[in-house]
Each structure stands twice: as structure tokens, then as C-alpha cells.
């Protein structure tokens, strides 16, 4: 399928392109252009893909229902923060504080994050969706130290070295379910194309296997920020350039957990069905969910706080996945990321008006800055799970999921961090909302860019919640099908 | 068992006990340089004199050596070493830090990866040899050791590159040979990672950034 | 009764022209043309035709040092194998025995100098004891790793099996036990980098500060004592590396070959090496008890030669 090239080829072309580009605005608006193109190609081949998985490049290359579905959210989020990336660094375009050579390092590194972002999704090659993950830790690394001052270098730093190191491990445990499978198969099956080894899963032997997976789980676990290997998320996640927070909180932490999710039916199959990998994932998720609420009462920078709002949602998300409910734990995957998505915008843009991060020097938001104050608290009350928003729904199945299959301890335990998180979440959101507004703080109108920026996913998040359309439904199926069906 | 890989192997966890005990930056770095190029001539002493007639693996095999040769060997202890010499740091990798501590701990690990590898993995298959294993585990402790311990960064960078010459001894074990373009993605990707990192290095120890770059290696170190 | 009288007649000739050889090995590397061989010799000669002078704070233990020193070497290069793979004096199990004498001697070394009641002699005594209980263990390690092929604590079993299990290169083992024997012999024997046997600054000497107060022939006895420690160490190492033979003329042209080759090696490491600091000896000791271990292992791991 050439589309399938395409979809990974456009935006490495874009690479060059933006880092030989004349001025900041001609970067940015190439950025939109390709997210665009992109999401385009990605909205061409994605139904298909549903239906049955698309191959390129003989087997290396592959799009099935999971990747597809995961590639809709990478290239939703990927499309409006490229939008909201015009927005915010427009100002610094046009004053010269984002000149033309961090623009063309910002293109290039959003480019080549986006292409690697891409291949984790497309690679059937179990190595290199290894090379791929490592790339995307690479490109993103470079956005996040953007500004080059000493916070945001030093949150790369953490960020890259934390991550090598883990995604390391995952090419041991690559290495290891490689060899193991290459004792198996035969001359016709590869023990690298993650297809093969499905089939020849059976045949493996179940405890090399185990120890393959928990290098994989601990590796990619590091990159998808399950605590306790979350150290590097609040300070990379805090420090980037908003638009690159969005999507690193949005979508790469999905992509992480996209690989460990696809090593999971491998095990099943060798292991004969006996739940063990799945099992594995519980405990990491509810240390998650259980530091992100020890964490989050006590963060007041905006954007730490919602870095540790995604380490409670990854843990939901790996809970989900433990707990049985594979089809809610990818509509949570949804939510999560639009919701943050916008939540990030939203502090992006408070930030840039009120010139603070920081909780408490913030109030008024509901009179000084009308739409990005009604936006956080929307995206907020969605991240904390409150009805009526989709955030609730998936939360819901989950613990439905989980009390179906016997497991109320872990269901209990991940209520109540649900529950604490909701207080502790909204407490600093409420607190600016409607606190009087500080001295000083100045009333800010929104610009007509933010509108769509904000309202339109929100308004999603709304609509999922109260009604599911039959195609998302159908995709949700279909991609939990190929984590072993909806158990 | 094969003999040269044998001995290649022995150096190999030579080499890592004498990162661990040497208090030397220059001389980490160079060890490490060291250990890529025995990485590099492992899979010519494992496959012997069959590299040369084995008709189309000759072209993979000789692409895989001169890669590794040019990038762990040459490429990646250059940057460090000129990243070592711009930023100023401190010669001696941790002064207050005991390097007969760090010595033994290094043997203990080595220790541990002869029992892991004789309790937890499959025995080795006839003609590989049963070092392999030992040694890549080894490798793959003390880069670990030495990049959670570790107190400069420049110390974590070559701690993360005996790491990852430790997974790929253990790769060249289980596997024998991966696909190239995979290998050298993940050798290209390495580099890559290494030089962000030498770049990171030097940039935070300049001048107007002193602290950050004493900073960096706290809250990484210390959560872990 | 032939090999007894080779056996005798080695220990008796090569020790004391050995450790002429390094002096001479080292004025070479410096430029100099160095003493005669035999100078070792000329030494002790000289130091037997002298009196002794003993202090009056001194006991019979200051007596008995050097003659339990020379005793005790005399006996392990003895038991060593030394033109043949087994020696005529050998017993089951003599490789306990010669790391015991070797240990016997350490001790009325030290007792004989803690003696003196100097502090010096004192000094040079807890230095050697601290450094001794770091060596030690790689010698046993090393001596393990050498008795794991023939499953025998005997010289003669072990040595006659490395050259049949295919000699050091076969065995990585065998090739790590060597190193840390080398490093043994290098800190047992106060050679650099461990000891400078030529210092005179009693600060930095530990075996030289050791043995200030003998004269005469007790000093004597304690520079042939010391040959004889080299020469027996050093015939181990030579077992371990080159393939010697039962029987037959080349076995002590090896030998004697395999030792010069010990002793030259030595000359070039005291040439070209600077003693090391004294806070870092107790890591090179460290490291060659590491390598011994892994020694240890890799022999265990590849299976028994």
C-alpha cells in the first residue's frame, strides 16, 4: 500500500523542508500544513485498516485496528497542537524572541517527532519499533530543551537519560523474545515481525517469554510514564513549549503504552491464555494512580500538575488494560488525550497572559480570561471524571470491567485514588476560578484562533460521553480485538 | 566453545570491572572505546573464517562490524571526550565516592550475572560460547550501577553506553545476527543519544548555566 | 634420585642470579650497564661473613624471624614442581601447604620487625599485614582455579592436567588465575607496583622497613628467604603458562627459559611503572582478587577442562 508510505514519508520529507525554511512564520505554517496532509492520508487508509490490517514494504510495515485507532488520536492531537504551535509561538515570531533557527529546530524536531511517532504505530518489525521509540525519545528530547535556558536543559537531560536507559531494557527484552522466537519459527517466519510471532507464540516457551515481557514492561513502561519509572515526566512535561507538553502528554505517552500493549497477546499465546501479562499491568497501575495523587496535592505549576495527571491516567489506562477492560482502556486513551490536549492549551495560554504558572497567583479566571479559565476547568473537570464527560464513562467501564472479572480490591483501590485525585485536582482549578482576581492581573480577550482550539475537542469530550457514535464503537471492538478480544 | 570469542568476552567483563574501579573520566571513555571494538570483532570471532565465504551474509556481517567500529569505537568516545574537555568538568569521575566500594560492588555484580545467567536463561546452544550471556549481563549491571550511581553526568552517559554495549553482547548471544536496517537504527539512534547528551553536557556546564548542570543529575539520581 | 638432585640443583642455583637479572633488566632500560649477575650473591656472601648486631629491646622472636623466613621458603620452593610437572618432595594436597608457608614466613617477618618495638618497623609491619590480607585471597583463588582441572590439591596432578585440558588458551580461566598470580607474586615479592625494593624513604617502604634492624647474617638470610619466595611463585606462574614437560632435556631449558622470562617481565614492569600510591595498593590487590573470582567462574561456567 503506497498510502501506507505516505503516511510515514511526508513527514520525514518535511524535515529538510523545515529546517531549510527563509522565517519562524514559514515553519509554523508548514507545520500545519503537514499535520494536515498527514491526518489526511491517515483519514484515507484508517477505515480500511479497521477492517483488516494494511501491509507495506513486504510484512515490515502493518496497520491494524490497534495502530489504526491510535494513529487517529496521534494525528488528531498532532493536527490542533500544530494549529495552537502558530498561535503561541506567533507572538515570538513576530517580536524575534522564536527566531528563524529555533523555528527551523522546532519544525524539524516536530517533523521527525511526528515521522517517528508514526513508524512506532506501522512497524511490524518488533526492532524497529524499537529504533522508532527510541527516535521519538530523540526528537522530543530536543523540543523539550526548545529555549535552551538551564530548567529546560536540565529536564532533557533527566528526560533523556531516564528514558534511554529504560527503552535500553526494552531492547533486551526485545532481543530476548526475538530469541526465543528464532528457535522456533521456520525459515519462512521472521522472529522479528510481530505477525510471526503471534503465530509461532504457542510454541514458545512460556518463561523465556515472561522474561522477555518484563524487560518490555519496564522498558516502554518508563517511556509511557508508569510510576515508579515516572521521574522524568513532570520536568519534561513542565518545562517544554506548551504545543510540545500537548503532545507529549497526549499522544507519546500512548504510543509507549501502544508497545507494551502489542507484546501482550505474544505472551498470552505462549503462556496459554492464563492472564499473567495482563495481571502484570494492575500493580502498575495502581502505584501510578496512587503517586500521581500523593504528587498532585502538593504541585502548584500548572503544567507539572497536569504531567501528573497523565501518570494517574496512563495507570488508569495500564489498570484498564489489567482489569480486562481492554475496549475502555482505549476509549480512556481518547479521552485522556484530548482532554490534556486541551488543558494544556489552556495553560499555555494563561501562562502567556498572566505571565505565571503558578496556582496561587492566579484567580478570577471566570472574569479575567474568560474562554482559556472556562476551557481549564471544563478539561479538568473531564480529566478528574466528571459526568457528563466521556473521561467518566471509560472510568466507568473500567471499574465495571474489573467487578466482572472478580477484581474488587484493585477496583476499590483505583476508586479511591479516583476519588482523591478529584479532590485534589480540582481544589488549586476551583481555587483560581473563582477566587478574587489578584492585584495587578490583567483582562484578557480571547483571540478567534482559541476558540476552535478549545471548544471543539471539549465539546467532543461532552458528546462521547453522553452518546457513542457506531463507528468509534465498531473501532474500539475491533482494536480490542486484537489485544485478544473483549474479555 | 569458540576461543577467540572466549577471551573477546573476558575483556569484555575486564573492561567493565576497570570502569568500575578507575576514578578517571578520560580513562572510562577510553575503556569504553575499547569495548566497542571488541564489540565490533565479536561476530567476526563467533562466525570465524565463515564471514569470508558465506556468500550474501558477508555484505551484512562487514556492514554490522564497520558500523559498530565507527560509531561505539571511534564516533561516540570522540564526542564524549571532546564534551568532556568543553564543559570543564572535573577529571576525576567522584572523588568522594569509594573506588574500592565500586570495585567490589562491580565484582558482585559480575557475581550475579554468572548465577542469572546459569539459573534464569536457557543453557547455550552447541559452539556458542557459554560467556555470552555472563558477559552481556555483566555489561549490562554495571552500566546500570554506574549510571544510577553515577554523580556527573558525563559518569551516567558511559555508564548508559556500557549498558548498552551489555544488551548488546546478550543480543549477539540469543539472536546471532539481527536484520541490518535494525541494527543500525539501533546503533544510529545510540549515537544520536549520546551526542544530545555530550551536547546537554557541555551546554550545562558553561559558564551562565554552571549550576544547572550540577543540579541535572539530582533529582534523576535521587528518585531513582 | 635424578630428579631430586635437578630439583636441588636449580633451587640452590637460580634464585639469587634471578633477582640479578631484574637489576639488570632495569639498568639496561635506564641506559646503564648494572651490576653482575651474580651481585645478589657477592651480597649475601659478604653479609654471612659479617657479625650481627642485636638491639637490646629485642627477644628470641627477633632471632627466629629471619631463620623461619629462609626455613619456610626454602620448604615451599620445595614442594613447587619445578624442572618437571611434579615435584619429588610433592604430597596430596601441598598447595595448602605452600600458601601456609608462604604465610608463616609473612608472620615472623612481621613479628621479628613488631619486635624491634621501633615504630618504623612497626609502620612497615601493619602496612605489610593489611596488604597481605588483600593478596592472600587472590592467591587462593588463584590456586583454586589452578587444582580445578585435575580435581586434586596437588601440584603435580594439577600441573600435569593443564597441558593435557589443551594449556591457558583453551581455559580463559587458567589465563585470569595467571594474571592474578602475577599480581601476587609482584605484591608478595614488594616489587613495584606494590613495593620499590630500592627506596630508602621510610615512609613509603613496607617490606624494606620491615627488616632495617637485621644485619649480618640474619639480613642474609632474609634476602635469600626472599629469592627463594620469587623463584617458587614465579615457578608456579611458569607451570601455568608454558606446557613443561614430565620428563626429558627440555624441561628445564623451559623452566629456566619460563623464569628469566618471569624475571625479565618483572625488570620491564619496574621499568616502565611508577610505584603506586599507597592509598591505591589496596585497589590493584582488590583487582587482582576480582579477576581471580571471575576466574573462578568462568572456569565453573564453561565447564570443567
Redesign the interface.
Known sequence: MTLLWALLLVPVACIPIAALLPSAQAVLALCVAGAVAVAGIAAALIPSALESPVFAGGQQLMLDALSAYNLGIVVFVFGFSSVYALRYFGHGARDGTFGRSKARRFGAAWFGFLASMILVLVSNNVGMLWVAMETTTLASALLVCLDFDPPSVRASWTYLMICSVGIALALLGTFLLCGEARTVTNGAESPFLWTDLMRVASRMRPGAVKLAFLFLLVGYGTKAGLAPMHTWLPDAHGQAPTPVSAVLSGVLLNCALYSISRFLPVVEGSTGGDGWAFRLLVPFGLVSIGVAAAFIAHEHDLKRLLAYCSVEHIGIIALGLGLGGTTAALFHTLNHSVSKMVAFFCVGNLAHDHGTRDSRAIGGLLKTSRLAGVGLLVAVLALAGTPPSSTFMSELWIARDGIAGGHLAAVVAFLLGAAVIFVVLLRPILGMAWAPAKEGQPTVRARAVDWPLIVLPLALMVALGLWMPVFLSDALTRAAAVLGGVR | ?S?DA??LL?LV??ID?FIG?TGRLGARIRACALQGLVLAALPLAIQGTGVLTGGERVLHTVLAVLATFLLKAVAIPYFLLRAMRQSGVAREAEPEHS??LS??L??VL??LS?WI??V???PPEAGSS??GV?AGLAT?LVG?YL?VGGRT?LT??IG?LV??NG?FV??Q????E??L??EL??LL??L??VM??AV??A??HRPE?G???D??AT??GG?? | MFDVAVHITLLVLMPLPMLGLINRVKSIAAGRKGPPLLQPLYDVVKLLQKGAVYSRTTTWIFVAGPIVTLASAILAALIVPLASTTSPFGFPADVFVFAYLLGVGRFFTMAAALDTGSAFEGMGASREAAFAALAEPALFLALMIVCVPADSACFGDAFSAIPAAGGLLRHPGLLLAALALGVVLLAETSRIPVDDPNTHLELTMIHEVMVLDHSGPDFAFIQIGYALKFFALGAVLVHLVLPIPATGWMAPVLFVAGQAGVAITVGIIESVMARLRLSRVPQFLIGACVVAAVGVLVLFTGGRP
Open positions: 566453545m576461543l572466549d577471551l573476558l567483563i575486564g570491572l574501579s573506588l574500592h570495585l567490589l562491580c565484582a559480575v557475581g554468572f545467567g546459569a534464569m536463561l536457557p557459554p560467556l555472563p549490562l546500570l549510571t553526568e551516567q552517559v548508559y549498558l548498552e544488551v546478550i543480543g548471544r540469543v539472536l546471532g539481527f536484520p536496517v535494525v537504527g539501533v539512534d545510540v544520536v543519544a544530545l547528551m546537554l553536557v551546554f550545562g548555566g549550576s544547572a548542570g543540579g541535572a533529582p534523576a528518585a531513582r
